[in-house]
């Protein structure tokens, strides 16, 4: 137990070395070079020096699985970088590995390993936004990737073998039980029992998005900045179901977009235009045993928004800047029909005015439940905010198709 103890200790006081001192061997991004690599090897050998086979192969097939999905949609997405370098941008193939060791740890062996290898984790993704390398969305992409993968792969240890004292009579001993999953290689991928009655759930959203227009205080004297219109992007929720009928949720969803031109005068510049929802939902059920679906609730939007021009892609130096906090009273509303037990089709809609301006979202899902802890759907999104008396962005309208993925725990 001392040697498991010093094992812990030394092996995250080390994870946690790196990223602490980051600025002074080296730069940011050298260090979430080096983090993207430490977290998936120290799964490995823990679950080397644990003994436990298993554990070691349902990190190597969480691993290779995320690693795959991430560079395929890298492949297909061809999204710019923030730094005009390449178009590999989404999703961060460095935060996908950070994460797929960290989420390994946490699932696997609890929170005393998860959580500073999450905050390891974490500051990989937050490095390779700082350093240029990526959008917010790319690293949300990356990390939700890696999560999903591992909870398909990846079960608690202690689901696979549970330790008991045993006594008969005069004979004492431990009693090992090992379930099924342990001999089948199984994990969270099959169907839950009977008994599984969840109160969270994690949703991921991906797909290409398309500016549709945009009204930016900021570019007023830049016409001919050309915008890369089309891009990938990526939003999470996270749900609390209180009861049967109540739930609340959280979601957010970055979106950025940078371009690159001449303004008026001639000169090379570097536009960037930012807007991160975050919005804190109620929802009631209005026609629960139902094949029909009906709710309705309200909530409240946090908005972050940006732009800026700058002569250099780096965007250290800027010329002209705005930067505000926007807050939209929001209502909500969802309809759509349970065809059968698998298929749902379902229309939402969320509307918010503050007084001043009004922001708009609504979309269409196709969903298919594969199990009562996964569910997927296809859908399309349309998205527009307007309001005059801003520092940055009048007007913003985008459209998203989208590939949504559930996992309720």
């Known amino acids: 137990m001392a ?3 010093l094992l812990i200790k030394t092996t995250l006081s ?12 080296f730069s940011h991004q050298h260090a979430g070079d080096y983090t993207q690599v430490l977290l998936p090897l120290t799964g490995l050998g823990v679950s080397l020096a644990k003994g436990d086979t298993e554990g070691t192969w349902q990190l190597t097939r969480s691993f290779v699985t995320s690693t795959v999905i991430s560079q395929s949609i890298k492949y297909v997405a061809a999204k710019q970088r923030p730094n005009f370098a390449a178009r590999t941008s989404f999703p961060s193939g460095h935060t996908t590995a950070a994460f797929s060791g960290a989420s390994f740890l946490h699932t696997r062996y609890g929170s005393t390993w998860g959580v500073p290898a999450y905050a390891v984790a974490a500051y990989t993704g937050w490095s390779r936004v700082y350093s240029d390398k990526h959008y917010w969305d790319d690293v949300i992409g ?7 993968t591992n909870l398909f792969f990846v079960n608690p240890i202690a689901e696979d073998i549970t330790v008991s004292p045993m006594i008969n ?30 109160k ?9 998005s398309q500016l549709k227009s945009s009204d930016s205080i900021s570019y007023d004297n830049h016409d001919h900045l050309e915008v890369d219109d089309r891009i990938t992007t990526a939003a999470v929720r996270w749900t609390y179901a209180l009861d049967s009928r109540n739930d609340f949720s959280f979601f957010t969803q970055p979106f950025e977009i940078r371009s690159q031109g001449k303004a008026a005068s001639g000169q090379e510049q570097y536009a960037q235009y930012q807007v991160w929802d975050n919005i804190l939902n109620w929802s009631y059920d209005l026609a629960p045993n139902n094949a029909w679906i009906a709710r309705a609730g309200a909530g409240l939007m946090l908005q972050y928004a940006k732009t800026a021009i700058s002569d250099a892609a780096h965007f250290e130096n800027f010329n002209t800047v705005g930067e505000e906090w926007l807050f939209y009273p929001m209502l909500n509303a969802n309809i759509g029909y349970q065809f059968d037990p698998k298929w749902a089709a379902v229309l939402a809609a969320e509307y918010g ?18 199990n009562k802890r996964w569910d997927a759907a296809l859908g399309y999104s349309y998205y527009q905010r307007d309001q005059d008396n801003v520092k940055t962005l009048r007007r913003i309208e985008f459209d998203s198709i989208f590939l949504r993925v559930g996992y309720k725990f």
Do not use: C, H
């Open 3 to 5: 040697t498991s103890k």
């Open 14 to 25: 080390s994870m946690l070395l790196v990223a602490t001192q980051a600025n002074a061997d």
């Open 142 to 148: 990356g990390a939700s990737i890696a999560v999903l």
């Open 169 to 198: 009579g005069d004979s004492k001993g431990l009693k090992f039980s090992f379930s099924n999953r342990f001999f089948e290689g199984g994990s969270r991928a099959k169907a839950p029992d009977t008994r599984f009655n969840p």
């Open 200 to 208: 969270f759930k994690f949703d991921f959203y991906m797909g290409p």
């Open 353 to 370: 005015n503050n007084g001043d301006g009004n922001v708009i979202s609504a979309n269409a899902t196709v969903n298919y439940l594969f």
